[in-house]
């Protein structure tokens, strides 16, 4: 029996057509349109095509914009898809193109078709179109200029290259019939009238390709093999296959569809994502709630993991909701192998140590990863003032709290153990300073007898903390599927997505360089922030998961 991993359906595909001769070997392409950011489910797609690439000898993926709606498009999105695919570990080598590159070639294919008498120029209304196309139900019935001649076709196409119509007067369509129950073959648009700069082209053009004309001309003259897209194009394929057998193209691609990834508490759509960051709900494109590539860049989610969740979830033909505690699950994986530990306390309590000496102990060796060794070990000052946890101290603690409490005894994450003597309370009743006593010679080492110590806290030592921003960052959403909830997405927005906090961090912290992940002992996984952390200036710390799945534990 064969140890080979199963392959998902379309590597099984290409897996036999290379075996039968079909391809030597495949071209697969990325082909977002510059009209918005990259989000997770793009992600999926690029691992799904750049990893054919990677997987298969002397094959490769391009990178491809669909740059065919100058009002929509621009030159900071081409930015940041490049950057989002660089980051994800891919690259596209010398593979780079537009849409915009082959805007010669589909007029010339355009004006093929009209010589065969397979396109016309419509002058009807954008209403009486989707009036006469009917519906599923209903026929669609012919236009009144659908039935003009090929030359009188060919001088309207060209009047309309030459900027003779305004928007909307007119439109070129191709002549495929009416009564398809697909309506995607219902005569569909091939181009229409723009009167707008484009980001490459500026003024050189005033007609557009639609996408549905465009797509499959571009993987014709790139020799795609196969053209890897999301379900929602299925009904869109008969027409694909028509464009391909019906204008001069050098080659024949094959359109796949698979499932696009759908997450709980998470919005896919570009619209959408939009909507949130123009209303103000979120702080841009790159804001660390939003499923953005550069939004969980910047929340510190590494690119190896989302890797890894994308292979892990697969490749289907059927549509489903994966849940987003799998990918978080996917990044405290990765993190806690990868993450170095420090300390940072995010609610401080200061601690005064009152029998604190410079002898014996002056600081604590703590390894930076538990079970790493080559991640080596780190001196950590300790003075008469320390902070920890407001939630690791307790007046009244119940039986199990084995943190501090008066008369108590706790260890100091690898330094001593320490009692607590008294506290000081403010006059509404808040704990505003523990006191306490050292246990001499007790780093490293068991308790004295007699003493009861359980329990080990995180602190950080007063003399050297640095301040730092923290912001703590949870899903963004409180329901599972805020597309379907009744007063619209933006009604179950969590109003807790993010709360912010002043924390004691270790001195070191503070000269880290900005996208730098660590775990936040007992906290969390913490990345400094790559646009507002500034080393030795400004410590800046965005969370990237908590340690567990506090949503699953409270549903």
Not at 420 to 425: A, P, W
Not at 464 to 474: F, G, N, P, Q
Request: net charge negative; with cysteine.
């Amino acid at each position: 029996m064969s140890d080979s991993p199963k392959l998902d359906f379309i590597r099984e595909i290409i897996s036999t057509d290379l075996s039968t001769g079909k391809h030597e070997t495949p071209i697969t392409r990325f082909p977002p349109e510059p009209n918005g950011y990259l989000h997770l489910g793009h992600a999926k797609s690029i691992c799904l095509n750049f990893g054919i690439a990677q997987e298969n000898p002397g094959a490769k993926c391009n990178l491809r914009f669909d740059d065919t709606n100058p009002e929509k498009e621009e030159t900071e999105y081409v930015d940041s898809i490049k950057e989002d695919v660089k980051w994800l570990g891919f690259d596209w080598n010398d593979d780079l193109y537009f849409a915009s590159d082959y805007f010669e070639f589909f007029y010339n294919c355009a004006v093929d078709l009209i010589n065969k008498g397979l396109a016309y120029v419509d002058e009807e209304s954008p209403e009486e179109i989707k009036l006469h196309r009917g519906n599923v139900n209903t026929p669609g019935t012919p236009s009144g200029f659908r039935e003009r001649t090929i030359e009188e076709n060919l001088e309207a196409f060209a009047n309309m290259k030459a900027g003779k119509y305004k928007e909307g007067q007119a439109v070129l369509r191709a002549k495929i019939g009416l009564t398809s129950s697909n309506m995607n073959m219902r005569d569909p648009v091939m181009y229409r009238i723009m009167h707008a700069a484009h980001h490459r082209t500026g003024s050189d053009w005033c007609i557009y390709p639609m996408y549905d004309f465009a797509h499959p001309l571009e993987d014709a003259h790139e020799h795609i093999t196969h053209s890897l897209c999301t379900l929602e194009f299925e009904n869109h394929r008969p027409l694909y296959d028509w464009f391909i057998k019906n204008c001069p193209v050098p080659s024949a691609p094959r359109q796949i569809e698979f499932a696009r990834l759908s997450l709980t508490y998470t919005i896919m759509s570009k619209r959408k994502l939009l909507q949130l960051v123009n209303e103000g709900h979120v702080s841009g494109w790159d804001d660390p709630r939003l499923p953005t590539i550069s939004g969980i860049r910047r929340r510190g989610y590494p690119a190896a993991a989302i890797r890894a969740f994308c292979k892990r979830i697969g490749i289907t033909k059927y549509n489903g909701t994966t849940d987003v505690a799998l990918l978080e699950h996917d990044i405290r994986d990765h993190l806690n192998t990868h993450a170095p530990r420090r300390m940072a306390v995010l609610e401080p309590l200061k601690v005064l140590i009152e029998n604190f000496s410079e002898e014996p102990t002056t600081s604590a060796t703590i390894p930076n990863h538990p079970q790493d060794a080559s991640y080596g070990e780190r001196e950590v000052t300790l003075s008469a003032e320390i902070y920890i946890e407001q939630e690791d101290f307790m007046e009244d603690p119940p039986k199990k709290f084995f943190r501090l409490g008066p008369e108590r005894y706790v260890r100091l994450r690898g330094g001593p153990i320490i009692q607590c003597t008294g506290f000081e309370k403010s006059e509404s009743g808040e704990i505003t300073l523990v006191r306490a006593n050292l246990l001499p010679d007790t780093t490293g080492k068991d308790a004295p007898e007699g003493v009861k110590c359980k329990a080990a806290i995180h602190w950080v030592d007063a003399a050297t903390a640095v301040d730092a921003e923290v912001r703590l960052y949870d899903r963004l959403f409180t329901v599972e599927d805020p597309d379907s909830a009744e007063g619209g997405f933006t009604s179950v927005l969590n109003p807790d997505s993010v709360k912010t906090v002043t924390a004691k961090v270790e001195a070191s912290l503070a000269g880290e360089a900005p996208g730098t992940s660590f775990q936040f002992e007992r906290n969390g996984y913490f990345v400094t922030d790559s646009k507002d952390h500034k080393p030795g200036e400004k410590t800046v710390f965005n969370r990237t998961t908590p340690l567990r799945d506090s949503w699953g534990k409270a549903k």
